[in-house]
């Protein structure tokens, strides 16, 4: 049977759905593309430049086009509405992160794809990363040691968004790989320090500390995260970069790489020279030749999902992505109350 699916927005995310799943039909992965935005003059030409079909109206690309499932990448608050009703109407959807601008609204995207029976998937694209996926392997396994503390820092240089500050935009994905990394454990405190934008109402600058339970990656007194956000990245530019730090070894991967990562070796935490001294201790390349970008590795699997191919645990489930809108929640109201928020307490 044919499958159809349509991208809904195309800003500069939706726009990068858009290529993506180009590049996927040409594979043959998929039958028609179709692009939907509210404004037609961009709506023609993202169709031109990608050549697949368009629309204005996401409501109407069922009836139209008889589409199997659609990508969400519109404004946030917008991301609620257009997900149930797709849904409603038998749409399998993958929605960008955040998935809604609250729990409440994320809940009821849940409860509209279990009541519709449909597929739902959140662009938390990092889980799909090749290097994320063989550091969580790394950790279950043991090879770092009990995991001593987590490092993040994912800088830009842009303009603050209306909708959603750098907390939701960006920290969103490195709260929810320390949950993953973790083994998908939730933090039972989140701390966080947030800078305004000349945008009001919209941070541009934050960092935000978790806290994970006793016992968490092997560590009895539990794992610590450092994360750090910015739009205001003027002096180091764009960048990805991840530290996760272990008693025995310590990995670091940089998120614009797919071809792999680095690890440095220092057994019971040793200082000598051969470990490196007081300099970073020797590395290693782990090499990913399957490795690739994120976004196509989600793409690809949410496909395959709608598709019926695979039935294996969504990566990026609908409840993920409740979780990272909890997690958003809490850095929001830490940042606004100058106190740590009790994380696990906020599901009681």
Same mark, same amino acid.
């Given at each position: 049977?044919?499958?159809?699916?349509?991208?809904?927005?195309?800003?500069?995310?939706?726009?990068?759905?858009?290529? !993506? #799943?180009?590049?996927?039909?040409?594979?043959?992965?998929?039958?028609?593309?179709?692009?939907?935005?509210?404004?037609?003059?961009?709506?023609?030409?993202?169709?031109?430049?990608?050549?697949?079909?368009?629309?204005?109206?996401?409501?109407?690309?069922?009836?139209?086009?008889?589409?199997?499932?659609?990508?969400?990448?519109?404004?946030?608050?917008?991301?609620?509405?257009?997900?149930?009703?797709?849904?409603?109407?038998?749409?399998?959807? #993958?929605?960008?992160?955040?998935?809604?601008?609250?729990?409440?609204?994320?809940?009821?995207?849940?409860?509209?794809?279990?009541?519709?029976?449909? #597929?739902?998937?959140?662009?938390?694209?990092?889980?799909?990363?090749?290097?994320?996926?063989?550091?969580?392997?790394?950790?279950?396994?043991?090879?770092?040691?009990? /995991?001593?503390?987590?490092?993040?820092?994912?800088?830009?240089?842009?303009?603050?968004?209306?909708? /959603?500050?750098? %907390?939701?935009?960006?920290?969103?994905?490195?709260?929810? %790989?320390?949950?993953?990394?973790?083994?998908?454990?939730?933090?039972?405190?989140?701390?966080?320090?947030?800078?305004?934008?000349?945008?009001?109402?919209?941070?541009?600058?934050?960092?935000?500390?978790?806290?994970?339970?006793?016992?968490?990656?092997?560590?009895?007194?539990?794992?610590?995260?450092?994360?750090?956000?910015?739009?205001?990245?003027? %002096?180091?530019?764009?960048?990805?970069?991840?530290?996760? %730090? &272990?008693?025995?070894?310590?990995?670091?991967?940089?998120?614009?790489?797919?071809?792999?990562?680095?690890?440095? $070796?220092?057994?019971?935490?040793?200082? &000598?020279?051969?470990?490196? &001294?007081?300099?970073?201790?020797? $590395?290693?390349?782990?090499?990913?030749?399957? &490795?690739?970008?994120?976004?196509?590795?989600?793409?690809?699997?949410?496909?395959?999902?709608?598709?019926?191919?695979?039935?294996?645990?969504?990566? !990026?489930?609908?409840?993920?992505?409740?979780?990272?809108?909890?997690?958003?929640?809490?850095?929001?109201?830490?940042?606004?109350?100058?106190?740590?928020?009790?994380?696990?307490?906020?599901?009681?």
């Amino acid at each position: 049977m044919a499958f159809s699916i349509a991208v809904v927005g195309t800003g500069y995310w939706g726009r990068n759905h858009l290529r !993506t #799943l180009a590049a996927l039909h040409t594979e043959g992965l998929l039958d028609r593309l179709i692009v939907c935005d509210v404004d037609e003059a961009r709506a023609r030409e993202m169709a031109e430049e990608f050549g697949c079909d368009w629309h204005t109206d996401a409501l109407a690309l069922k009836e139209r086009f008889n589409i199997n499932a659609a990508t969400i990448a519109t404004p946030t608050p917008q991301h609620a509405p257009l997900a149930i009703a797709l849904m409603q109407q038998g749409v399998d959807v #993958l929605v960008e992160k955040p998935l809604a601008m609250n729990e409440v609204e994320a809940e009821e995207i849940v409860a509209a794809a279990a009541a519709n029976e449909r #597929l739902l998937m959140v662009g938390h694209l990092f889980r799909h990363h090749a290097s994320i996926r063989e550091a969580c392997e790394m950790i279950a396994r043991g090879e770092l040691g009990p /995991i001593l503390h987590i490092e993040s820092d994912r800088l830009s240089v842009r303009a603050p968004r209306p909708d /959603i500050g750098v %907390i939701a935009a960006l920290g969103i994905h490195d709260m929810d %790989i320390c949950c993953d990394l973790l083994g998908d454990t939730t933090p039972v405190s989140v701390t966080a320090t947030a800078l305004p934008s000349d945008e009001d109402g919209i941070e541009d600058h934050a960092v935000i500390h978790l806290r994970f339970p006793k016992g968490t990656g092997g560590n009895p007194r539990g794992v610590p995260c450092v994360l750090t956000v910015s739009w205001r990245s003027r %002096i180091q530019g764009k960048v990805r970069d991840l530290r996760i %730090i &272990g008693r025995d070894a310590s990995l670091h991967i940089d998120y614009l790489d797919h071809g792999g990562f680095w690890v440095h $070796r220092h057994p019971g935490n040793a200082h &000598g020279q051969q470990w490196g &001294g007081f300099d970073a201790a020797p $590395r290693d390349r782990v090499e990913l030749p399957l &490795g690739e970008p994120s976004l196509t590795a989600e793409l690809r699997r949410f496909i395959h999902a709608s598709k019926g191919f695979t039935d294996e645990p969504l990566l !990026t489930s609908g409840a993920v992505g409740v979780a990272g809108v909890r997690l958003v929640e809490a850095a929001l109201a830490s940042a606004a109350s100058g106190s740590s928020v009790a994380f696990s307490q906020q599901a009681d």
